[in-house]
């Protein structure tokens, strides 16, 4: 089984910053890609970013020029940088990783919250 925990969230002005991140744990033998994704009430899930082991990124339209991912292979370890906020950015994010153990499995974090208002 594995877990991913996720911190850093909370409230932020409009214009500020956060940065989150995701430690997987448990059996892993590899992972292969990690990312993030937020839904907003009344929304759907959307992809943020995501980044693969060798280090490559794609990130959805709403993130481009503002959000940075990253991860640490070595912790199992995902980044989010998350710059000059705006109020719709204002969700729940959540961290996903492709983990390869005995099978290869999807696992999703619980969730943090992030909410930008003045």
């Known amino acids: 089984q594995v877990q991913l925990v996720e911190s850093g969230g909370g409230l932020v002005q409009p214009g500020g910053s956060l940065r989150l991140s995701c430690a997987a744990s448990?059996?892993?033998?590899?992972?292969?890609?990690m990312g993030w994704y937020r839904q907003a009430p009344g929304k759907q899930r959307e992809l943020v970013a995501s980044?693969?082991?060798?280090?490559?990124?794609n990130y959805g339209d709403s993130a481009k020029g503002r959000f940075t991912i990253s991860r640490d292979n070595a912790k199992n370890t995902v980044y989010l940088q998350l710059n000059n906020l705006k109020p719709e950015d204002t969700a729940v994010y959540y961290c996903?990783?492709?983990?390869?153990?005995?099978?290869?499995?999807?696992?999703w974090g619980q969730g943090t919250q992030v909410t930008v208002s003045s």
């Open positions: 448990g059996v892993i033998f590899s992972i292969s890609t």
């Open positions: 980044i693969t082991s060798g280090g490559s990124t």
């Open positions: 996903n990783a492709n983990v390869q153990a005995f099978i290869r499995t999807q696992y």
